[in-house]
């Protein structure tokens, strides 16, 4: 089985940004490529754009806050 996966590499652990499919202790042989620059803008991009939309999801479920609630926060 193949798989093409992006990771991050932090504090000398490489993370992937996806889960996956493999049972605990499976060996795997990995080849390192630097992603350009012009894909690691657009993977940012798409997510900012789905933080947003739950942004705007949750919003909208919020309660509203009284006056005197917010006064408190002064």
């Given at each position: 089985m193949t798989q093409t996966i992006t990771a991050t590499f932090e504090n000398g652990i490489l993370k992937p940004t996806q889960p996956l499919d493999l049972p605990d202790h499976t060996q795997v042989r990995l080849t390192i490529e630097l992603l350009a620059e012009d894909e690691q803008k657009k993977?940012?991009?798409?997510?900012?754009?789905?933080?947003?939309?739950?942004?705007?999801?949750?919003?909208g479920h919020s309660e509203h806050l009284t006056r005197d609630q917010l006064n408190e926060r002064r």
């Open positions: 993977r940012q991009q798409e997510k900012l754009a789905a933080l947003q939309s739950l942004w705007r999801i949750s919003k």
